[in-house]
């Protein structure tokens, strides 16, 4: 399978602790999306790379979230100190470059703080 | 600022049509996506317009309007397995999602 893969897929962590999620993307493509979606709700942007550049972070990403793609290929988001608000699913999705080229997502990251 | 509207929920029975609206207001557009995500799975692609006019997949068409800045996705042919989330989707690097309509398709 070739696919946008994910680990872990399911993470549950105590408030306060720090947690890292990894992405693959499909080996082409060099541009790499990580998403939060909550339940009811569209995945909402956070950050995006276009091979190891970091070109765009949202305001939603508070500086207690970082996320590297340091070779161009696998991506990782760390989110320190978790705090409950953070439990959501995170989705990654990979993409070539520019134009309206489909995202495909990765089965995502469920993370529960508790 | 962003905003993409889309209703909720919709039912609608099985063999039959629906059509699930999508308005937005964006800052930019390059372009609108349509995805359909199963509960606990991720989004997957269906259908992607940058001109105004109807674009058809099979059993899925999606329609754009660019100067109403309006959009919809009609299914024909309801399947059970249809029973999704329908999630518009503004082409703005990177994606601006709308909050999705939830389909239940019935016997």
């Known amino acids: 399978d070739t696919g946008v893969s994910q680990n872990p897929r399911h993470k549950i962590t105590k408030r306060g602790q720090n947690v890292t999620f990894r992405c693959d993307p499909i080996?082409?493509?060099?541009?790499l999306y990580w998403y939060r979606q909550t339940l009811g709700q569209g995945p909402e942007f956070l950050t995006y790379f276009q091979n190891e550049a970091q070109l765009e972070k949202s305001r939603l990403l508070s500086d207690r979230f970082s996320a590297e793609r340091p070779k161009g290929s696998f991506s990782t988001l760390e989110i320190q100190r978790t705090e409950q608000g953070d439990s959501a699913m995170y989705l990654c999705a990979s993409s070539l470059e520019a134009g309206g080229n489909e995202q495909y997502f990765g089965p995502g990251t469920r993370l529960t703080v508790t | 600022g962003q905003n993409i509207d889309q209703p909720t929920e919709m039912t609608a029975t099985e063999g039959a049509i629906v059509q699930i609206n999508c308005t937005y207001q964006?800052?930019?557009?390059?372009?609108l996506f349509w995805y359909q995500q199963h509960a606990g799975e991720a989004p997957t692609f269906l259908s992607y317009?940058?001109?105004?006019g109807l674009e058809e997949k099979g059993r899925f068409s999606s329609f754009l309007s660019r100067s109403k800045g309006y959009s919809y996705l009609l299914l024909k042919e309801l399947q059970m397995k249809d029973s999704a989330s329908y999630l518009c989707a503004v082409y703005n690097t990177p994606l601006v999602f709308g909050k999705g309509t939830r389909l239940s398709v019935i016997a």
């Open positions: 964006t800052s930019g557009f390059n372009g």
């Open positions: 317009n940058v001109l105004d």
């Open positions: 080996s082409e493509h060099n541009r």
